[in-house]
């Protein structure tokens, strides 16, 4: 999964993008994008590693785009900026919580100009198919391109009207028709606050938790000097600052959880790992996420509750005598913290 940063220039995006990933971002590289990876931090995994002493161990991980920062006084080449982000499966949208400017009316702006964007995408598309159906086409053809006009021109009007392409309630054969278009209202959201020195405690604003029910903050800035800090210094800085710990690896947990993504975990002597999936994905589709190969050749899925496999002191067999091990099928929706075992004939 790749989550792309945005915001408006001096919202402190590319300063979250080497905090998340400990990658120093490259003048030269953000025009283009810039990606680094964060490991999913996970106490449960640890556990694990520490029981299994294993000879290889991975944590899930997320990368994260790093985008140029769109401009208020030239808003000509705001598209194109967030055409970099059409790759991207979600975005966080970074806030500047460090100025006196207002959040929620931070958050208005910028989603105007996803909709700006997407707009544009959606004419330029409208426009090709009237030339298109002014040829002489096959009957099928034209019906297709007429279906697709059809739900342009009802796209173009939503967001005309301030709807984001998500609240318009498409179909499912609707979103098939304009997936290619990677349109960035209908991306997965979430609002990160990017908190200053004096106001890193404080809850977000009403008007803004009004508007997103996904928010996350952190003194970014503030907890990246602290690190630079011996240990001595550090400690006393951040007792009288009132901060008991970093939020770094909460934040990390945060997004990518955020973006609708569970973990399920393979462990044992040669190698203990969890794994990144989508909420709601299937045993099989589990599999795959290892190796095409086990989806492919699927019989069952050998499942234990993360809580089970701990209280059975991480024995399966102890599992096995409480009736916590359980067989499932293909179709299982894998639960957060699942530790799985898949047979599979290949």
């Known amino acids: 999964m790749k989550v792309g940063l945005v915001g408006f220039s001096g919202s402190g995006k590319s300063t979250l993008f080497q905090w998340l990933t400990g990658v120093e971002p490259d003048p ?7 990606t680094g990876m964060a490991h999913v931090p996970d106490d449960r995994l640890a556990k694990m590693i520490v029981k299994f002493k294993p000879k290889k161990s991975k944590y899930a991980e997320v990368a994260f785009l790093d985008t140029p920062g769109l401009l208020l006084s ?14 991207a499966n979600g975005l966080i949208i970074v806030l ?7 959040l929620a009316e931070q958050l208005t702006k910028f989603r105007e100009e996803l909709v700006f964007a997407d707009l544009e995408i959606i004419m330029n598309r409208i426009e090709r198919l009237h030339s298109q ?58 609002v990160f606050i990017n908190r200053g020195d004096g106001n890193f405690s404080e809850p977000p604003p009403a008007d803004l938790q009004a508007m997103s029910k996904h928010i996350v903050s952190a003194p970014v800035r ?15 800085f951040m007792a009288d600052l009132g901060l008991k710990g970093f939020s770094r690896d909460q934040v990390i947990r945060d997004l990518f959880y955020g973006m609708g993504r569970n973990v399920f975990f393979t462990v044992g002597e040669d190698e203990c790992r969890s794994w990144a999936i989508d909420q709601g994905m299937t045993a099989v589709e589990g599999a795959g996420v290892i190796h095409t190969d086990l989806s492919k050749g699927f ?4 499942v234990m509750g ?22 499932e099928s293909k179709d299982y929706v894998v639960k957060d913290g699942d530790i799985m075992h898949i047979r599979a004939s290949v």
């Open 28 to 34: 030269s590289k953000i025009q283009q994008g810039q």
């Open 74 to 87: 030239e808003r000509k080449d705001n598209p194109r900026r967030l055409s970099i982000l059409r790759e």
């Open 96 to 102: 500047d919580g460090f100025s006196a400017t207002n």
């Open 133 to 190: 159906m002014k040829k002489t086409k096959p009957q099928k053809e034209r019906e297709q391109d007429e279906a697709e006009s059809a739900t342009l021109k009802r796209i173009q009007a939503g967001l005309e009207a301030g709807q984001t392409t998500a609240q318009l309630g498409l179909k499912p054969d609707e979103e098939k028709l304009i997936r290619s278009f990677q349109l960035l209202t209908l991306k997965p959201e979430m």
């Open 222 to 236: 503030l907890e990246r000097e602290l690190m630079e800090l011996d240990e001595e210094t550090r400690t006393a």
């Open 299 to 302: 019989i069952r899925a050998e």
């Open 306 to 327: 993360y809580d089970d496999f701990l209280k059975a002191g991480y024995e399966e067999k102890t599992c096995k005598a409480s009736g916590t091990f359980r067989l």
